[in-house]
């Protein structure tokens, strides 16, 4: 948990939801870093302990069941990002994701798996955000097992080794 990754702009995103009846949410944020406490008292000074909480850092395990039991992950960058592991590893389980336009990995993703906004932009987040809780009911947009197979496919070790050797060639 560190500042370029933009939680706290997340959080209050949040915080502005929480008045729209229309969107029930829950965050949970896995990880720990230099932000976490900063994170925690945004969360306590905003009224959304019973919303939002911080689980610290995971096992292996224990992350994949986190991510396997979530609707939506998001990563609101403000600082660039080439390409997240964290997104990736969340869009293989199947999940759809919410990435802020300073990371990377949007660019080898289509909008069955993702949806951008631009980062810094906490009015857009909670917009995007509030659209995307709109289309939690579309099966295109909810089919993790047709996502994972979509992307077990683009990052095969098979089609990464391809393209790695026919940029040497």
């Known amino acids: ?14 915080a502005r939801l929480r008045s729209e009846p229309a969107v029930d949410f829950r965050l949970t944020l ?12 945004q969360v306590r000074r905003l009224n959304l302990t ?17 991510l ?13 990002e080439a390409f997240s592991i964290s997104a990736l590893e969340a869009v293989c389980v199947g999940l759809p994701l919410l ?4 990371v990377g990995l949007n660019d080898f993703l289509t909008e069955r798996d993702l949806a951008t906004y631009p980062a810094q932009d906490i009015e857009a987040l909670a917009a995007t955000l509030s659209r995307l809780y709109d289309r939690r009911h579309e099966p295109e947009w909810t089919d993790h097992a047709a996502r994972h197979a979509r992307l077990r496919e683009q990052f095969s070790a098979e089609r990464v080794a391809k393209q790695v050797l026919d940029l040497i060639s």
Do not use: N, T, W
């Open 99 to 102: 990435l802020s336009d300073q």
């Open 1 to 14: 948990l560190i500042g370029l990754k933009g939680f706290s702009h997340l959080i209050d995103a949040l």
């Open 68 to 80: 396997r039991s979530g609707d939506l992950y998001v990563l609101p960058s403000i600082g660039m």
């Open 30 to 41: 896995a990880g720990a870093g230099p932000e976490q406490e900063k994170l925690a008292a």
């Open 50 to 66: 019973d919303r939002v909480s911080l689980c610290g850092r995971l096992d292996v395990v224990a992350l994949r069941d986190l």
